[in-house]
């Protein structure tokens, strides 16, 4: 009896430990994408201390928890080795505007020349002071060695390097470092960082790490991204390519409209009789045999302000260009929807609607 009663103890206990945990990993992992209008203040602070190189484009800006503290993290790619694993530079910053750190994971620091340990010593000190004197003042070396990242230049697993500058807080039981690349330029810098002494395990979350997003299985989309992937699946692939009308009620809001001018008024056709214009078409094997709805696009996002966006999709039949459209979106408690589209046909009736 004693027995079956200490092994449901363990069970439980065990239990519990695996609830909190999974608590736990969903607190660490969590990020809320917001605008860069609204953050804007955030990446000005920065760039006081650090410039974003100009060769990366703006990604993305997310909310996230850093350590339980409210923080912004940035994020810019380069467009030609874009996406996890590639080319980016990020930085993590707080509420309150203390810059947590920054990485610069650039092709260009896969040469394998190291700078001396003297030489990084001094780099590092220079710049902690000019982030934060308080900081550097109170930070202790505990040594400085090389250290790699690994990248995707094309595909390429790539290799980048630079010298470590490791730090310990002694007041606040944390960590900082500076990683200073062959050029003498600052590769990374992170502060706050908690350890594990006992597990030999990082405990502050890796959000400048794609290697730790990966394993999170988090990626952080675009609003472009986000509103890009809409279009195609419910404009795209739903009014026309795949009839997916399922899809349309999915991106358009059910009081969305067609606006369509005709001499000097503006007719309206509700989504719900673009729906039933697609489904007719949809059941008719001559129309889906004449595959006039089977065509070729480009989506571009004209303009993010907020809540709001502009979204212009081309269409094309054979090379030629038949339907401009321009798509306004409003960002609902639920996600993007598409609210109007007004047209321009370069062809006369170019999906042989019938009138």
């Known amino acids: 009896m004693k027995k079956t009663v200490l092994i449901l103890s363990v069970v439980l206990t065990a239990l519990t430990i695996s609830m909190m945990t999974t608590k736990v990993n969903a607190q660490k992992t969590d990020l809320k994408i917001v605008s860069l209008t609204e953050t804007q203040v955030y990446l000005d602070e920065f760039k006081k201390f650090v410039e974003v190189p100009k060769e990366y484009l703006f990604h993305s800006v ?13 994020r810019f ?64 070396n505990l040594w400085i060695e090389r250290h790699d990242e690994e990248i995707l230049v094309n595909g390429q697993k790539t290799v980048l390097a630079g010298m470590k500058y490791k730090c310990y807080r002694p007041s606040q039981k944390d960590y900082a470092w500076v990683i200073v690349g062959f050029d003498g330029s600052v590769m990374t810098f992170e502060r ?21 997003l990966k394993e999170q299985k988090i990626w952080v989309q675009s609003e472009e991204e986000i509103l890009k992937n809409m279009v195609k699946k419910t404009f795209v692939n739903g009014a026309l390519n795949e009839l997916n ?25 509700f989504l ?58 409003i960002k609902f408690p639920d996600g993007w929807k598409a609210v109007g589209k007004i047209s321009h046909e370069h062809i006369p009736n170019p999906l042989n609607l019938k009138f």
Do not use: C
Request: charged share 35%; aromatic share 12%; proline share 1%.
């Open 272 to 329: 719900n009789d673009w729906i039933n214009v697609v489904e007719q078409y949809k059941n008719s094997e001559e129309q889906v045999n004449s595959g006039v709805r089977n065509l070729e696009y480009t989506i571009k996002v004209l303009e993010i302000t907020r809540k709001t966006a502009v979204v212009k999709t081309e269409f094309f039949r054979n090379k030629e260009i038949v339907i401009t459209d321009y798509l306004s979106f």
């Open 62 to 74: 997310s909310k996230v928890k850093a350590d339980n503290i409210s923080a912004y993290l940035f």
């Open 192 to 212: 706050k960082i908690k350890w594990n002494n006992s597990e030999q395990k990082r405990i502050t979350e890796k959000w400048l790490h794609d290697s730790w």
């Open 245 to 269: 009308t399922e899809a349309m009620r999915q991106g358009f809001h059910p009081d969305f409209a067609i606006l369509i001018a005709k001499d000097d008024k503006l007719n309206r056709l």
């Open 77 to 140: 790619e380069k467009q030609e080795n874009k996406g996890l694993g590639g080319e980016y530079f990020s930085f993590l910053i707080s509420e309150d505007k203390q810059i947590l750190g920054f990485t610069n994971m650039n092709k260009k620091y896969s040469d394998t020349k190291m700078i001396s340990k003297a030489e990084t010593e001094k780099i590092a000190k220079e710049f902690l002071l000019k982030m934060d004197k308080s900081l550097a003042n109170d930070l202790k």
